[in-house]
Every structure is written in structure tokens, then in C-alpha cells.
């Protein structure tokens, strides 16, 4: 298993993209697709946002790289490993390659931190535990909690929670970490010591970062690419420099937090507002 | 026409629900079933398992068993003074509790006591993106979480469902022989009369860790089955005492018919 | 939680369960088991010209004493007698000249057969049949015989 997992790596090198997906179409009904036609190419070491408003299909994206749901048409390769064709146990297999930070952080509520943290060392690795422990503090202390190792999920601050989570998908050093929505939530120092974090660890092991996020000013500083998503589609794509000098108005509308633009605040009722309260459609 | 269709729909209805239920509950067994070579090696989750559905269960489990007891022992006198019997307290007491009252109220109460516990567990993981995280992280919750919930269900209800017994037989001595003054010695040589220890004691425990099997089955689809709210996993848990009641009941009576 | 405290309370709890099954299996069951592994038997054939309601897995007592099992009951076909086969517990013999009778415990209680041991110095053996049989009491006939003799006085 050992020896297979090295073949991988070296494999892995000579490619220069993480993820690559291709014209992927998904939908969990037939007649509602939540992504259209998508095509995206991550390379390797690179740290990328996905944009875009609510329910636009960020999310199902980055279900779809972790191989938890397969698309109905097009490829989706992934380190290398076209897991749109790929039964679930070697899917299972390849994940221990990748990270998920979840928006909450999911930590296993009736675990400590430390058991959280060597979760996927103890499941994964039959290193001793005097070994564990030191990687364990290893990781902590890179996301600044070393010293928490006794504590309950129940006692940490939310932003303490994600950065422990943080540290958990960071166990085995994966080669791709995904974040969903990192930013939610936080305060404006833990919402830095977690840009300034993602920033760093990506850079530190040379991993390939997915951030999907709403939240610009953060993203903009420490990403190298950026796609924006509206409706389940790539519309608009760039550096964060091409991004911010755009002209496509959806975008500029995202930027810039405008009320009006292409994308509606407002739900399509059918029925006129103000109509309805005069008492005309009785 | 219309009405029609919407008539024989509306009957076809539970019955479609029910082979989807059935089905994937078949699912899930065939899943626990082939995880259980990799669970039954993780022998600290299996023993963290039993802690919390067997272990915190003794006292509910004994004072149940000892109340039914006493009121077999009582209703039993009754009866049985009638036709001048009341020596069979002993055996009537045994063989109800034994065959049938041990293992069923024993199973229904490890559902509505453990059961929806499990879960309440899972739907919240489920809601909380823990088993999503799982199973990013490369470990199948089914290997992790459920079959050793389902290995700790077979081997704690057998043990409950003998406490039950136990506690059972020794209310209704209590009953018999202490309150109502009958013999000691003809409650339990009638009694052991009665009793076949591989017809009665251990028919009886089979029974029981096919329950255990069943409820802690319902208990875990449930809790993956919920919708990731309050309010489901709320009817999650109501859905899991109700069905497991209902299906600890039926398969009781089939068991019955097959061993007996 | 600790580890220790969790594997000691379980240890408890299999504990009291084992105890609970040692309970029901000793103090509350039969001990004599037919086919456990330890407890050899031989098998006795007896045929009765009336069984009343003997039924399969009734225990075969000799004064009083449980030494072994009905396991089979059919009917001979050429004498039109029910073929009672019994199960013995391998340490009791009986002579050759034994009796074999249906009894019943209490007026309404369930049927077993008695064996009763006679002067014989050879023992029985496997598959022999007891030849020396009187049949289960039935009730109505016992009430119907009490009605004529009342009759007839």
C-alpha cells in the first residue's frame, strides 16, 4: 500500500494540474441541474476562490472534487485519477490525500481536540502514540492552539473550532485542501489569522488550496486565481488583479456589493408587490 | 379518471414507502455486514458501545424486570388459584418471562432507552457535517460508527434481556413466595419442571440478539434517514421507538411460530 | 469518560449478564439437557396401546427422578400401537424386565412416562424395547367406567 501511494506521488509530479473538470453536468433532479456545462483546471500549488452567490453550485463543486457525488455527464481528475469513473473504495483511498475544512468545522463533537486532530493518524497509519502526540502538537501549534489538546469541541469559540478543524484536515499533509466558506462567520482577527494560515501552510507544503467563499477583501489577498459562478456556470474568471478591473457587470456587482445589477436581491414573485396590497388579485 | 388514478395511488402509497424502507434497510445490513471484519477488530468502540446502551441500561432494565415480575406473580395467583394450582406460579412466571416478556420488553426498551439515542447521535452528526467530514477524511461512518453500534446491540440485549429474567423471576418469588406465602420449594422445582434450558433459555436468548440486531438497524438507518433539522431528528427518534415496538412485536411472533 | 472506567463498567455489565444466564440456565432450568455434548444418551423403544396426550419432549422419570426425554413418537402400522422412543441418560441402566407406564403429574398436569426397574441382572441397551407397558390413564375412560359401574348397581 506504502510502496503504491510513492508510485502516486511521482506521478503526480509530472502533471501540473490538481483538478482538472471537464464539461461536468450535475443535478440532483433530472430536471434541475445544479451545474451546466462546467469546465475548471487547478494547477498544482496554486491557490484558487470559487465565487459566487448563494445556492450557485460552490459547494456541490467542491462535493464533486472529494468524489462524494459523481457527475452525470463530463470527467472530473483529480490528483491525477479520473474519479468520475472510479469505484467508491478507491475513491475512499485517494481521499486520504485531500483535506476538507467544513464551514462549521465538524469537529467530532464526542472526541477531544487531541483525538480530533489524530483521528485520520490513528485510522490511517499505525505510527505509535508517542509519535501521534508530537505531530499533534505540531499541528496545533501551527494554527496557534497548542495547549488545547484536553478541551471539548463544546469549549471552543467558533473560530477556534474551524482552526482546530483546520489542523485536523492538515493531519496527513494532504496535497489538496478544499475550505468551504472559511471566512463565515469569524471576526476580523480570527477572519486574518485564518487567511494569513490558509496562506501559509499552502505555501509551506506546496499544496494545491480550493477556497469557495463569499467573502472578497480576504479571498482577494492571498488567492492566485479566482472563478465566479452564477446560476451552476463559470461566468467570469481571472487573477484577483483582472478581477477587480472587470467589466462584466455581474461581477463588478459582486465586487462592489451593489443592491442593483444582474443579480437579483429580490425573489421573481409572480405577483406585483404593491398590487397585492391595494387588494387586486382577490 | 383522474380521481382514479389519485385513489389507487393513494393506496399503492405506504406500501411503496414500505419496500423503499425495507430495501434500504436491506442496504444498510449488507453494508454493516461487509464493514464487520474491519469493526470487530476495534474493540474500544465496541466496549464504548456496549457502555452506553448496555451499561446505562441495567437500572431501567432491572427495576422493569422486577415490577413485571411482581405483577406476573400476582396476576398468576389469581388465575391459577382458581384451578386449585397456584404451585405452577413458578413455571407460569418462568416460561412467560423466558419465551416472550424478557426478550420483547427488553428490546422495545433498549429501543426507546438506546435506540433513540443512536439516533438522535447520528441525525445530529448528520446535521452538524459530521459524517461528511468522516468520510472526506477517508473513514467510512459505516465502519467507524455503525457497525460497532450494531456488534454492541447483539451482544448487550442478550445480557439485558437476562437481567430482565432474572430480576422477572425474582419479583415474582417475592410476590409468591414472601407476600403471598406459597411454598419455596414447589415454586422452584414446578419451575425447574417447566423450564428446558435449550428450548426456553436459549431460544430465548437467540431471540434476543436478533432483536438487538433489529432495533440497533432501525435506530442507525433513522438516524441516517433524517432530515438535518430539530424537527427531524426529533421525528427520527419517535419513528425509531414506534417501528422497532412494531417490528420487535411482529418478528416476536414469527420467532415464536419457528422455535416453539 | 477514561478508557479504564468505561472497559470496568462493561466488565460489570458482562458480569451481571453472565451471572443472570447462569441463574436462568441452573437455578431455573432443567439441568438434564438430551444431546449436549457431555451428557451421553441411549435410546429405548416403547409401545403403548394408548398414550393419551404423551408429547415429544416429555421427560421420562424414574421415581420421580428426570433420567432422559421422549423424542419420537409414531405408530406401528402392522400392530396399530404408538412406538414411544426415549432418550436415557447414559449413566442410569436399567434391567431387561423394566415397565414402562404413562403417568400424570397431578390430575391436569402434563404426561411422562415411568420406568420401573425390575430384578433383571442383564441391563438394556441401545435401540432395545421395553416390552413390559401399560398405557396413559385418559380420563374419560376412567369417568366413563365410573358411570357404568354407578349404572349397573
Known amino acids: 500500500m506504502d510502496n503504491q ?25 433530472e430536471d434541475r441541474p445544479i451545474l451546466k456545462n462546467v469546465s475548471l483546471k487547478i494547477r498544482q500549488g496554486s491557490i484558487v476562490a470559487i465565487m459566487g452567490g448563494s445556492g450557485c453550485g460552490k459547494t456541490t463543486l467542491l462535493r464533486l472534487i472529494s468524489g462524494q457525488i459523481k457527475p452525470q455527464t463530463g470527467s472530473v481528475t ?44 490513528k485510522e490511517h497509519t499505525n505510527l505509535p502514540e508517542c509519535l501521534i502526540k508530537k505531530i499533534v502538537a505540531m499541528k496545533l501549534n501551527a494554527v496557534g492552539l497548542f495547549g488545547t489538546e484536553n478541551m471539548m469541541p463544546q469549549e471552543l469559540s467558533g473560530g477556534m473550532a474551524r482552526r482546530i478543524a483546520l489542523a485536523r484536515s492538515m493531519a496527513l499533509d494532504p496535497e489538496l485542501m478544499m475550505y468551504d466558506e472559511p471566512f463565515t462567520g469569524l471576526d476580523p482577527i480570527s477572519l486574518n489569522v485564518s487567511a494569513m494560515l490558509i496562506n501559509k501552510l499552502s505555501n509551506a507544503l506546496n499544496q494545491t488550496s480550493i477556497l469557495v467563499t463569499h467573502d472578497i477583501e480576504s479571498s482577494f489577498k492571498i488567492v492566485d486565481y479566482i472563478y465566479f459562478m452564477a446560476d451552476g456556470a463559470i461566468t467570469s474568471q481571472g487573477t484577483p488583479e483582472q478581477i477587480r478591473n472587470t467589466d462584466n457587470l455581474a461581477v463588478r456587482q459582486f465586487v462592489d456589493g451593489e ?15 404593491s398590487k397585492y396590497l391595494e387588494g387586486y388579485y382577490k | ?84 394450582s397456584v404451585t405452577m406460579l413458578g413455571s407460569v412466571a418462568a416460561l412467560s418471562l423466558l419465551r416472550e416478556l424478557g426478550p420483547v420488553l427488553t428490546a422495545i426498551l433498549f429501543a ?48 439485558l434481556a437476562a437481567l430482565f429474567n432474572t430480576a422477572g423471576i425474582i419479583g415474582s418469588y417475592f410476590v409468591g413466595v414472601t407476600l403471598l406465602r406459597l411454598d419455596q420449594g414447589s415454586f422452584w422445582s414446578q419451575m425447574q419442571d417447566s423450564v428446558d434450558l435449550h428450548y426456553d433459555v436459549i431460544n430465548g436468548v437467540i431471540k434476543s440478539a436478533v432483536f438487538g440486531a433489529v432495533v440497533t438497524l432501525i435506530a442507525v438507518y433513522q438516524g441516517f434517514v433524517a432530515k438535518p433539522t430539530a424537527e427531524g431528528v426529533s421525528n427520527a427518534t419517535t419513528k425509531t421507538v414506534v417501528s422497532s415496538a412494531l417490528t420487535v412485536l411482529a418478528l416476536d411472533f414469527i420467532l415464536t411460530a419457528l422455535m416453539f | 469518560m477514561k478508557r479504564l472506567t468505561i472497559d470496568f463498567m462493561v466488565g460489570i455489565f458482562v458480569l451481571i449478564g453472565i451471572c443472570s444466564l ?88 402434563e404426561q411422562y412416562v415411568a420406568l420401573q426397574s425390575g430384578a433383571d441382572t442383564e441391563y438394556l ?29
Do not use: C
Request: aromatic letters at 10%; glycine letters at 8%.
Open chain 1, 5 to 29: 501511494h510513492d508510485v502516486k506521488i511521482v506521478t503526480h509530479m509530472q502533471n501540473d494540474y490538481s483538478v482538472i473538470i471537464e464539461n461536468v453536468t450535475f443535478g440532483y433532479d
Open chain 1, 78 to 121: 483529480v490528483l491525477n485519477h479520473n474519479i468520475s469513473s472510479m469505484p467508491n473504495r478507491d475513491i475512499l483511498h485517494l481521499r486520504k490525500r485531500m483535506g476538507m475544512l467544513f464551514q462549521f468545522g465538524a469537529l467530532f463533537t464526542d472526541m477531544s481536540v487531541y483525538e480530533n486532530v489524530a483521528f485520520s493518524l
Open chain 1, 259 to 273: 443592491i442593483n445589477g444582474p443579480f437579483r436581491f429580490d425573489y421573481p414573485a409572480k405577483l406585483d408587490y
Open chain 2, 1 to 84: 379518471m383522474n380521481k382514479m388514478i389519485y385513489i389507487i395511488a393513494t393506496i399503492g402509497k405506504p406500501f411503496a414507502d414500505l419496500i423503499l424502507y425495507a430495501g434500504g434497510m436491506l442496504n444498510l445490513l449488507i453494508e454493516i455486514i461487509f464493514s464487520l471484519p474491519y469493526s470487530i477488530l476495534r474493540l474500544n468502540l465496541i466496549l464504548k458501545e456496549i457502555y452506553f446502551s448496555g451499561v446505562k441500561s441495567i437500572v431501567i432494565i432491572a427495576v422493569s424486570g422486577w415490577f413485571v415480575g411482581m405483577v406476573l406473580g400476582l396476576q398468576g395467583y389469581n388465575t391459577l388459584e382458581r384451578f386449585g
Open chain 2, 112 to 159: 426507546s432507552r438506546a435506540g433513540s439515542g443512536m439516533t438522535a447521535e447520528i441525525g445530529l452528526m448528520k446535521a452538524t457535517e459530521q459524517i461528511e467530514a468522516m468520510s472526506v477524511m477517508a473513514v467510512s461512518p459505516i465502519k467507524r460508527i455503525v457497525a460497532p453500534k450494531f456488534i454492541g446491540g447483539i451482544i448487550a440485549v442478550p445480557l
Open chain 3, 22 to 109: 447462569a441463574f436462568l440456565s441452573i437455578k431455573v432450568a432443567t439441568n438434564f439437557n438430551i444431546g449436549s455434548s457431555n451428557n451421553q444418551t441411549y435410546a429405548l423403544h416403547a409401545s403403548f396401546s394408548n398414550i393419551g396426550s404423551l408429547k415429544v419432549s416429555a421427560p421420562v422419570k424414574v421415581s420421580g427422578f428426570v433420567v432422559g426425554r421422549v423424542t419420537d413418537i409414531h405408530l406401528n402400522t402392522q400392530t396399530y400401537q404408538a412406538v414411544v422412543t426415549m432418550n436415557i441418560n447414559d449413566s442410569y441402566k436399567f434391567s431387561n424386565d423394566t415397565s414402562a407406564q404413562i403417568l400424570t403429574t397431578g390430575l391436569l398436569g
Open chain 3, 125 to 153: 441397551k441401545n435401540g432395545d424395547t421395553i416390552t413390559l407397558t401399560s398405557s396413559a390413564m385418559v380420563l374419560e375412560d376412567l369417568i366413563g367406567k365410573f358411570m357404568t359401574s354407578m349404572t349397573t348397581k
